[in-house]
Structure formats: structure tokens, C-alpha cells
């Protein structure tokens, strides 16, 4: 079930992540936030994400705006070849419990952590969403059903897809322990479509997503899908996280 957020209150958190991005570097800690409302409710405007220096894959655009410090230039589009999954991918398929002692803030576990994101999808997905021996996907943008992330309420989960390389999620509709993690963490745009993308694209496809716009356009087939903007949650992924953008916003020290 998909979940908008207001977080105009910064103590009505508890997650003390800091975002890995802005810093080069693995978010100190996991913890998890309740701020989000449990119900459906229509999506707001979403802010647009990332600088030109964010640790990403490589085929990533950074179309950034001018400005005077380049570390603050957000980028406007992500581009790439999809990975597509279907219905009910849980966190243990994610990032599987055997995993889950793998600490984020320490630099060689959080790359580790990347190697394993969705080695728990069973054997009928015969692409590895990162193959045996890498540490990186070749797959910025993932495409996935209904209830994506459901299951237990790990924070390893979009931590394990971001460190990965995944910029995005492209689903039906999430779990909403998932979808709070992923904007508590900064660390993946839990994006919802309009329509069930997964059964008109392949892994493989080439796709855009342009995020002032609101759009998926798959390259390889032609054809555009209109996506749902992510509300009040957008600026708290823009600023890499809870603890950051509270300290952007001036309501903790910075």
C-alpha cells in the first residue's frame, strides 16, 4: 500500500540515519521512523534528487541545474537499463536475514551489503540483479509489481538496493514500512505508477525517468507511463534523509 508523508516536525522521527551520498561515505546507523500516515491518500508535487557527485552507476544522468556550489545542483532524470520483478517482493528476497549483520556505516560492509540486493528472488528470475563476484548493478532503475518490500521491517533493505547502485523504484504500490524506510534512509525514490509497468517492460529495457515531470519512458519499446509524484517525503530524499533534512531545514543543530 502506497503511503504519503508529512514532515514538517522532525521529532516525530527516530531514525538515525545520515545519508551516505552527500558524504562519499555509508549512512551511520539504521533505525526506523513512524512518521508516516498508514493511509492512501493522493500524491503531492515531488522534489527532484540527486548531485552531480553522487556515488551512482555510471549510466545515471545528472541533468543538474546551475548553481553556484556543484555539490547542490540536483539532478532532474535517471537513466538506464531496468530491472523487472513481480508481486510481493519481500525484504528477505531483498536483502535475506543471513545478511542483516552486516553494519552500513562501516565502508567495506556497506559495499558488501550491495553484492547481496535481491539474491533472495527465487530461481525462476535467471538474470541476477547483481551478478556472483560484483559489488554493483548494471541496473539503476527497478521495476517491480505490487507490494514491493513487503515483510519485515529491516532498514537493510533500501540500504542494500542503494549501495547496490538502484536510484529508483518503479512499483504498483509498496509496503509502507518499505516506502517510510526508503525516505528515512534517502537512499532510493520509492516511485508509484500509474499503471502495472512490470508487464510492459523487460529486464534489460532502456528507460528514463524524468522526475520534474512525473514520467517513465521506456526507450526500447517507445511507450511512456505517467508516475505519481512522491508528496511531502520528496524534499527529506533531496537532502539525504531524515537527519539531514532537518539539519538543512534548521530544526536540529547542524
Not at 551520498?21 to 493522493?42: D, G, V, Y
Not at 552531480?52 to 553556484?68: C, E, K, Q
Not at 559489488?135 to 542494500?160: L, M, Q, W
Not at 516511485?191 to 528507460?207: A, H, I, N, P, Q
Request: hydrophobic share 35%; aromatic share 8%.
Amino acid at each position: 500500500m502506497a503511503t504519503t508523508a508529512s514532515f514538517a516536525n522532525p521529532n516525530t522521527f527516530s531514525s538515525t540515519i545520515t545519508r551516505r551520498h552527500l558524504r562519499q561515505q555509508p549512512p551511520a546507523s539504521i533505525s526506523t521512523f513512524n512518521a508516516l500516515n498508514s493511509t492512501k491518500q493522493p500524491f503531492k508535487t515531488l522534489i527532484s534528487h540527486k548531485t552531480p557527485t553522487v556515488i551512482r552507476h555510471a549510466s545515471v544522468i545528472a541533468a543538474a541545474a546551475a548553481s553556484d556550489s556543484p555539490s547542490s545542483a540536483p539532478a532532474t532524470s535517471f537513466h538506464g537499463e531496468c530491472y523487472v520483478v513481480r508481486d510481493n517482493i519481500d525484504t528477505d528476497q531483498i536483502i535475506p536475514a543471513e545478511y542483516l549483520t552486516l553494519v552500513p556505516s562501516k565502508p567495506d560492509e556497506y559495499k558488501k551489503l550491495g553484492s547481496y540486493a535481491l539474491v533472495g528472488l527465487p530461481e525462476s528470475y535467471e538474470t541476477r540483479f547483481v551478478e556472483p563476484g560484483e559489488y554493483r548493478t548494471k541496473y539503476p532503475i527497478i521495476i517491480a509489481g505490487d507490494n514491493f518490500g513487503c515483510g519485515s521491517s529491516r532498514e537493510h533493505a533500501p540500504v542494500a538496493l542503494g549501495a547496490a547502485g538502484a536510484v529508483a523504484v518503479v512499483a504498483e504500490s509498496y509496503a509502507r514500512i518499505f516506502f517510510r524506510n526508503s525516505v528515512a534512509t534517502g537512499e532510493i525514490y520509492p516511485l508509484e505508477s500509474e499503471v502495472r509497468v512490470c508487464d510492459e517492460c523487460k529486464t534489460g529495457d532502456v528507460v528514463t525517468i524524468e522526475l520534474e515531470k512525473s514520467v517513465l519512458i521506456n526507450h526500447t519499446t517507445g511507450k511512456q507511463y505517467a508516475l505519481k509524484p512522491i508528496g511531502d517525503a520528496g524534499p527529506v530524499i533531496e537532502a539525504g534523509g531524515i537527519f539531514a533534512y532537518a539539519r538543512k531545514a534548521g530544526m536540529i543543530p547542524a
